[in-house]
Every structure is written in structure tokens, then in C-alpha cells.
């Protein structure tokens, strides 16, 4: 299926999209620093450049969009224009993302992957909750784990 739009209509759109502040990591990071957690943001010396870095605790979250890392929940929906395009995309985005954990785990660093549907769209816990599982994360002796929406029984 061709593409609804034309080419430079579809750069400006996908250049809208945001790769780090996004809203989901701007809400994480104002309700943890009202908390009391300091962080660092995008710290390039670690593999990934991972969005919120807890140098002190040996701790990296990561903000992900259901989207952009296929997240098997609501708000993941395959493309229905440009298939190939966006399997190979989203495939590669992946594979970094695996690259990512192995690398920080390499280091001895631990990680938590907040999903956007845990803040966002039906199957979202809410914000605050989001941020008080983080916070009790961060100041456990767990390991790496992983914060998504949940779904709703029919």
C-alpha cells in the first residue's frame, strides 16, 4: 500500500517524533527528583545512552515506546503501509536493544524498562504509580525488571 502522504509531509511528521524527553520520561523524572533521586540523563559513557542514570546506585531506566520497541500490548500495531520497512526497523531496534542490556549487565549495572502503556492508553497503571514502583525499585536489592500497563479482564 503507497504511502497516504507525500515525502516531505511524511519527514516532517516523523521528524516531530521524539527520541529522548519524551513525556512519559519528563513525568518519570520530575516524580522521581521530587523524591528525592538525583540522575544523570543520557550518560554517553554507557552502551545505549540509556534515558535516566542512577550513577550512585549502579542503576539505568529505560523509557520505552511500545511502538518503537514492539511491546506486546495495546498500543502496538504493525504499520499497514511499508511492511517490510518497518519489521526490518523495529527488528534493528530490537537487536540494540538487546545489545543495550548486554552491555550494561557486562558492567554490572542494573535495569529497569518502564513501557509507555504503563502511563499511557487502556491498559495504564497511571503515572504515580509508575514512579512509586521506580522509586522502590531503585532503593531495592532486586534485579533488572520491567514496569508495563496491565490488562483489564473482560
Same mark, same amino acid.
Given at each position: ?5 507525500d515525502k516531505?509531509t ?6 516531530g ?9 519528563i513525568?518519570l ?7 528525592g533521586?538525583r540522575f544523570?540523563?543520557h550518560?554517553?559513557n ?6 535516566i542514570?542512577?550513577?550512585?546506585l ?8 511500545c ?9 502496538f500495531?504493525w ?6 520497512f ?14 543495550t542490556?548486554?552491555?550494561l549487565?557486562s ?7 518502564i +513501557?509507555?502503556c $504503563?502511563?499511557? /492508553?487502556? &491498559?495504564? !497503571? ?5 514512579v512509586?514502583?521506580a522509586?522502590? +525499585?531503585?532503593? $531495592?536489592?532486586? /534485579?533488572? &525488571?520491567? !514496569? ?7
Open positions: 500500500m503507497a504511502d497516504v502522504v516531505a511524511r519527514s516532517r511528521m516523523m521528524s517524533i521524539r527520541g529522548k524527553d519524551t513525556k512519559p520520561e513525568t523524572r520530575k516524580g522521581l527528583f521530587a523524591r533521586f544523570r540523563l550518560a554517553k554507557l552502551p545505549g545512552k540509556p534515558d542514570v542512577f550513577p550512585r549502579k542503576s539505568v531506566i529505560l523509557v520505552h515506546g511502538f518503537w520497541h514492539r511491546h506486546d500490548c495495546t498500543l500495531r504499520p499497514s503501509s511499508n511492511v517490510e518497518w519489521k526490518e526497523k523495529i527488528a534493528k531496534n530490537r537487536e540494540v536493544d538487546a545489545r542490556r548486554l552491555g549487565h558492567l554490572d549495572w542494573k535495569i529497569l524498562t +513501557w509507555e $504503563s502511563m499511557k /492508553g487502556p &491498559d495504564r !497503571i497511571g503515572a504515580e504509580e509508575v512509586t514502583r522509586a522502590a +525499585w531503585l532503593t $531495592s536489592d532486586s /534485579g533488572d &525488571d520491567e !514496569i508495563s500497563g496491565v490488562r483489564r479482564m473482560p
